[in-house]
């Protein structure tokens, strides 16, 4: 029986940018303080929405991403608090589900609501 090759040489692993979406948006929608939110077309209700990630993947070992986020906030609450949470919320996740480092993530709170 063969040894196996080293790990380094056995392959790579890719994450579609699709599944750190999605990730980020879980990791966001946990914090407390966030909110989902009800969604409607034309008028009619279709769901609720929580966080809304669009992330751009870079270079580096770790791999790096770059995200641009959009929250609904809860009325009254420290948003300044509230948003360093989601920071950290959302880059502990990444690394320890993708292995992945955040690069840069910019915030936008669309909305408080009570």
């Known amino acids: 029986m063969s040894a196996l090759p080293a790990v380094e040489e056995r392959g790579r692993l890719e994450i579609h940018p699709t599944v750190l ?3 980020v948006e879980h990791a966001a ?3 407390p303080g966030t909110l989902r939110h009800e969604r409607r ?3 009619i209700d279709i769901g609720e929405a929580g966080a809304s990630a669009r ?3 870079g270079p580096g070992t770790p791999p790096t991403v770059d995200i641009r986020l959009e929250l609904t906030l809860q009325y009254p609450a420290p948003v300044r608090t509230v948003v360093a949470n989601v920071r950290a919320a959302v880059g502990e996740e990444l690394a320890r589900i993708a292995g992945h ?3 840069s993530l910019n915030v936008t709170v669309a909305g408080l609501r009570s």
Request: no cysteine.
């Open 21 to 23: 979406r999605k990730i």
């Open 101 to 103: 480092r955040v690069r």
């Open 29 to 31: 929608d946990q914090v």
């Open 55 to 57: 992330i751009t993947t």
């Open 41 to 43: 077309l034309a008028g």
